[in-house]
């Protein structure tokens, strides 16, 4: 879902990095969480993010959790998920994926590291 921004223009806010949606300062380490955010929805098949928060809270509550770092899209448990569902998917994509999306910028990583990371885990295949 898209959300209206200057001009009615969308705006897709749940791919959008804290940084973004806090200061509204676009940088490539921005678009490297919104990569974390796809490889989560591969990961999950198709998975919305921030599915779950949405039954229970307004978008504007969790715009404001994912901004000052109170949620996360994969934490600790997040493996577990897969374990229940009886599913095994690579720990090195859900590794870069958790370093795509690390709330401190500064740690994030570049395109170059994530494509290293990428390319390992398609080498040990």
């Known amino acids: 879902k898209y959300y209206k921004g200057l001009n009615d223009q969308p705006i897709p806010e749940r791919w959008m990095a804290p940084e973004c949606l806090r ?3 676009h940088t490539y380490k921005g678009d490297i969480w919104s990569l974390g955010v796809v490889l989560y929805e591969l990961l999950t098949r198709g998975g919305s993010p921030y599915h779950a928060e949405m039954k229970y809270r307004y978008w504007k ?6 901004i000052n770092g ?3 899209l994969i934490d600790e448990s997040f ?4 374990e229940r569902e009886g599913l095994s998917p690579p720990s090195r994509v859900i590794e870069i994926a958790k370093l795509c999306l690390e709330f401190d910028v500064k740690k994030r990583p ?5 494509l290293q990371l990428v390319e390992q885990a398609m080498s040990s295949v």
């Open 70 to 72: 109170s949620i996360r």
């Open 79 to 82: 493996g577990d998920r897969f």
């Open 23 to 25: 200061d509204n300062k």
């Open 61 to 66: 509550h969790i715009c404001a959790r994912v």
């Open 110 to 114: 570049d395109a170059r590291m994530v």
